[in-house]
């Protein structure tokens, strides 16, 4: 039986795009496959084979589970964090934890570009190009200031930077950079923080980094921090997503 497979590819430059990507579930499988969902701060728009539906996977602060019929197949774009809402046409705080049908977003034309994707021999490409159409408007410019100050925080055997020190580095009030932070990436820069640490510590696991270790570069105090930080996070041990 042929297992579920999940590939990504390169995104156009200029867009915003953390990369694109698809998954399928095979015909002759068994039953679903389910996948788990941790949060990376990102925002998806995934196209579904079956329905040739668009739903949009908002930034999450929990594990959220992803199921596959056999047969089903996904196409999508990931945004990097920050950079969906001027595409998506609302605050990222508007979809947090939520998978609403694009149409809520878009109307009619979310519906024209699904069943479009069913026929195209090559459906990213009519998504990447939807997503082009609505890249007028440029994501909140305190965004990568916002995201570069937050993770330089996040060093070996350091506490996190504190969001007051992060907002005097960028000129603005702790007030200002929570309101502009829950409009870019769906939350405030204190769990988005926690997010880019726990994705951080997950890459170091995946290549093969000791957890102690990892801990210790990731900016945790200790692995006791780590594990119950990627507890809260993905409703796992780390080694179960692993």
């Not at 990507?21 to 969902?37: E, I, K, L, T, Y």
């Not at 916002?146 to 007051?164: C, D, F, H």
């Not at 210790?216 to 930080?229: M, R, S």
Request: proline share 10%; charged share 20%; with cysteine.
């Amino acid at each position: 039986m042929e297992e579920a497979r999940y590939q990504e590819s390169p995104a156009p430059a200029g867009m915003g795009l953390a990369c694109l990507w698809s998954h399928r579930h095979p015909g002759d499988a068994g039953g679903p496959f389910v996948q788990r969902v941790v949060p990376d701060g990102c925002v998806d728009l995934i196209w579904w084979s079956r329905s040739a539906e668009i739903t949009v996977a908002g930034p999450d602060t929990g594990p959220a589970p992803a199921r596959l019929e056999p047969g089903e197949r996904l196409v999508a774009v990931r945004f990097r964090p920050g950079t969906a809402p001027p595409v998506l046409g609302v605050p990222a705080d508007a979809v947090r934890d939520a998978r609403p049908p694009l149409r809520e977003l878009w109307g009619d034309a979310a519906g024209r570009l699904g069943e479009a994707m069913a026929a195209a021999p090559d459906p990213h490409a009519l998504l990447v190009e939807a997503v082009r159409a609505r890249s007028v408007e440029r994501p909140d410019p305190l965004v990568p200031a916002l995201v570069s100050g937050l993770v330089s925080g996040l060093m070996p055997g350091l506490e996190a930077r504190p969001v007051r020190e992060v907002a005097g580095a960028l000129g603005v009030s702790e007030r200002q950079l929570r309101r502009r932070a829950h409009a870019a990436f769906g939350y405030g820069p204190k769990t988005l923080q926690r997010v880019l640490r726990f994705q951080r510590a997950l890459r170091m696991a995946r290549a093969g980094v000791p957890l102690a270790e990892v801990a210790y570069a990731a900016g945790y105090a200790d692995q006791a921090h780590l594990a119950n930080e990627v507890r809260g996070l993905a409703g796992a041990p780390i080694r179960t997503l692993l």
